[in-house]
């Protein structure tokens, strides 16, 4: 059974770096493709950026300048870096599993991530 | 980007009614479209994938249709635990992106 588990930081200011990691047990880390969601209070989903089990990497271009994702396969966790947050970037973050193809099997349990002066 | 536009905004059907949610994309996604089930405070739940498969433990009440650009999620008879917002995605191409979501609520 695929659980994903996640933490960070929940409270930053304008201009810090948001910093999240999401721990995978269960099931295999290789041979998936392995992303970050974000959801704004009340808003819908937007997609930040994909990374696979070997760091091959896409991004959304609309955060690409700021956003790296990154792999650590010994521990089995990903990482998301976001720099320069602003009050825009307050959402709650979520990593997910993607399934046979890119849709998102597994979720974590999401982050909320508030960037206030 | 390919847009993703779904429809009703809000629905309000009674419980054992049916309920069909609407999705269109901007441009075709072949059938690289999947449907999201999201309740307040958790994370969204894998319906549909391939935009007619069900996912695994997804009831038979939930289906899926469509392919290219118009999409449809079914609900044959509503239970009281599918009222939830629900969210179409489309993984065609990159940027993989949502629709807006519908909300699926008791009349």
């Known amino acids: ?117 | 980007e390919k847009v993703m536009t779904q429809s009703p905004a809000t629905l309000s059907v009674s419980p054992g009614e049916r309920a069909s949610l609407s999705c269109r994309a901007s441009q075709s996604v072949s059938s690289h479209l999947a449907w999201y089930q999201q309740k307040p405070g958790q994370a969204p739940r894998l319906l549909i994938y391939g935009a007619s498969t069900r996912a695994t433990g997804i009831p038979a009440r939930f289906s899926g249709s469509g392919s290219g650009t118009e999409f449809t999620l079914t609900i044959s008879s509503l239970q009281s635990e599918d009222f939830a917002v629900y969210y179409c995605q489309q993984y065609n191409i990159w940027p993989y992106t949502f629709g807006q979501g519908t909300n699926l609520e008791i009349k």
């Open chain 1, 1 to 117: 059974q695929v659980q994903l588990q996640q933490w960070g930081a929940g409270l930053l200011r304008p201009s810090e770096t948001l910093s999240l990691t999401c721990a995978v047990y269960g099931g295999s880390f290789s041979g998936h493709y392995w992303s970050w969601v974000r959801q704004p209070p009340g808003k819908g989903l937007e997609w930040i950026g994909e990374i696979s089990h070997s760091g091959t990497t896409n991004y959304n271009p609309s955060l690409k300048t700021r956003v790296t994702i990154s792999v650590d396969t010994s521990k089995n966790q990903f990482s998301l870096r976001l720099s320069s947050v602003t009050a825009a970037d307050t959402a709650v973050y979520f990593c997910a599993r993607h399934g046979g193809s890119d849709y998102f099997q597994h979720w974590g349990q999401g982050t909320l991530v508030t960037v206030s002066s």
